[in-house]
Nanobody, 113 residues
Framework: QVHFVETGGGVVRPGGSMGLSCVAS????????MAWYRQTPGKERELVAY?????WYRDSVKGRFTMSRDSAKNTIVLQMNSLKPEDTAVYSC?????????WGQGIQVTVSP
């Protein structure tokens, strides 16, 4: 089993910055892909960024978001800069390896004046 503790989130004004952190516990190694997803009501969950041997970002966040990983601490961080109202969503971290995938409960990020 894998468990996550997600921290960060809250309300920020457009143009502001916010960091999200996710600490995973359980049977995770550095071989696992770690990712951040987000979802808004009525929309499908979308992949924001992932990290394994590379770091991938969806186009809408490139240049604004930075994902990092500390494998020794099983921690991933999503630093979000120049936030826009359309970044408002519930953000969840995920760990995936082969057919196995685990998800955090999610944390609300609201970008509003």
């Amino acid at each position: 089993q894998v468990h996550f503790v997600e921290t960060g989130g809250g309300v920020v004004r457009p143009g502001g910055s916010m960091g999200l952190s996710c600490v995973a516990s359980g049977s995770i190694t550095s071989d696992w892909l770690m990712a951040w997803y987000r979802q808004t009501p009525g929309k499908e969950r979308e992949l924001v960024a992932y990290i394994d041997h590379i770091v991938w970002y969806r186009d809408s966040v490139k240049g604004r978001f930075t994902m990092s990983r500390d494998s020794a601490k099983n921690t991933i961080v999503l630093q979000m800069n120049s936030l826009k109202p359309e970044d408002t969503a519930v953000y969840s971290c995920s760990a995936q390896y082969g057919a196995a995938s685990y998800w955090g409960q999610g944390i609300q990020v609201t970008v509003s004046p």
